[in-house]
């Protein structure tokens, strides 16, 4: 399925992944699918132990979530399933999770956080016909 994968201070990107264990090395371990969108049908999918283990702080969810630490992919929903985004979704949320965020403080769950511009990558290289963002090879 195709989805976007949003690092700490990066730029989303599509990355094409299939099957739980793909969906684990995305997120670095145990994932935990979070549902912020009331009206559309995706999921955040993120480390379950993403905070407890110290991961860095990555973006501000809406829903009432507060943030989200490491990294996590946005993928699309069915009744039972993960499935890819539409072209349509995927345009909305790189444009929505564009910027990285420096988390600040917090007030109750919600993250006080500074918007920035993300970090520059290198050009991505293949790996078994995938993009590898560096240092993920």
Request: net charge negative; glycine share 12%.
């Amino acid at each position: 399925m195709k989805v976007l994968v949003v690092e700490p201070g990066y730029a989303p990107y599509e990355k094409e992944i299939n099957g739980l264990h793909e969906m684990q090395a995305v997120v670095g371990g145990l994932i935990q699918p979070i549902y912020p969108y009331e009206k559309e049908s995706v999921s955040v999918v993120c480390n379950e132990e993403g905070l407890i283990n110290g991961l860095p702080f990555n973006r501000s969810v809406e829903g009432g979530y507060g943030g989200v630490f490491g990294t996590f992919f946005v993928c699309g929903l069915t009744e039972e399933n993960f499935r890819s985004l539409t072209p349509e979704q995927m345009e909305r949320f790189k444009k929505e999770f564009h910027n990285a965020e420096i988390l600040i403080g917090a007030k109750g769950n919600e993250p006080i956080t500074l918007k920035v511009s993300p970090k520059e990558r290198s050009r991505p290289t293949k790996d078994k016909g995938r993009d590898t963002p560096p240092g993920r090879e």
